[in-house]
């Protein structure tokens, strides 16, 4: 099977359904977010990081396959979509995680830099373009309505990101440098 296929020279690309749409339409931006996020997660795994995390940003990684398929189908085709939807049983995987690395940090009382270590400034950047991902997710959602499901697991993503990143700084042994604005007279 070739890879290239030169349906897309001229601007447009396919839908899951075979409709075709501008390579600028939102739903391809959407998942086209999805699939950059889920490079930086594979990312993120490749690092030297806890057999734990591995396992669960694997899982992630299925999961936004998920998303990007949802996301490439057409509302009123959904049905021939023959996969497991997103459920509240995988947000509340991502929300348990979040708990669990949650008790062994140290309360937050300021804003964090992202840095202190290449790890957790990779993790920092799938943070950043999940939380982009979230807004053309949502975007797209005012416009063809999406399940709620799909739209919670990206927001509890980010999240479960932020708390990743503060527990491998933790694990890392990097400082969290804390955000403290310059007071003004």
Request: proline share 4%; glycine share 4%.
């Amino acid at each position: 099977m070739k890879i290239y296929t030169k349906t897309g020279d001229k601007g447009t690309t396919a839908l899951f359904t075979g409709k075709r749409v501008p390579k600028h339409h939102i739903r391809i931006e959407s998942y086209g977010t999805i699939d950059e996020l889920n490079s930086f997660l594979g990312l993120v795994r490749d690092q030297e990081i806890d057999a734990h995390a591995k396992e669960v940003l694997a899982l992630i990684q299925n999961k936004l396959f998920t998303v990007g398929a949802i996301l490439a189908t057409e509302p009123n085709k959904e049905n021939r979509l023959k996969i497991p939807r997103i459920s509240e049983d995988d947000i509340a995987v991502l929300e348990k995680e979040m708990d669990q690395m949650n008790e062994e940090l140290p309360e937050m009382t300021h804003f964090i830099l992202p840095g202190g270590h290449t790890t957790v400034s990779y993790c920092h950047i799938a943070r950043t373009v999940c939380r982009r991902a979230e807004r053309m997710v949502s975007y797209l959602h005012e416009n063809e309505p999406l399940p709620n499901n799909l739209l919670s697991y990206i927001n509890r993503l980010s999240d479960y990101l932020f708390v990743l990143a503060r527990k491998l700084s933790k694990d890392l042994q990097a400082q969290e440098v804390k955000w403290i604005p310059e007071k003004l007279d």
